[in-house]
């Protein structure tokens, strides 16, 4: 793979996954036990083929740091949930 390909790839994952972190940090310094992830519809939790989906489940915040992405390119994001229940569509 081509060494601009490759940065390509890189640079977006790591903003990506210092944005999450920053989130899931202040999660922490508030006490916020879960929060709501935002990802696309067909996304999997650990991968796109994982049947677990990643689009609007809550999750703990020690859950969220463990797959801050899923993939390269992941649109991972996630909202804080202090009531730690699904939020209705």
Request: proline share 9%; hydrophobic share 40%.
């Amino acid at each position: 793979m081509p060494v601009r390909a490759r940065a390509e790839a890189a640079t977006p994952a790591r903003s990506a996954v210092a944005y999450n972190a920053g989130s899931l940090s202040v999660a922490r310094e508030h006490g916020i036990p879960h929060v709501e992830v935002a990802d696309g519809a067909d996304c999997g939790w650990t991968s796109h083929p994982d049947p677990d989906k990643a689009a609007r489940p809550v999750r703990t915040v020690e859950d969220a740091a463990q797959w801050p992405l899923a993939h390269a390119r992941c649109a991972r994001t996630f909202g804080l949930r202090p009531d730690g229940e699904q939020a209705s569509v």
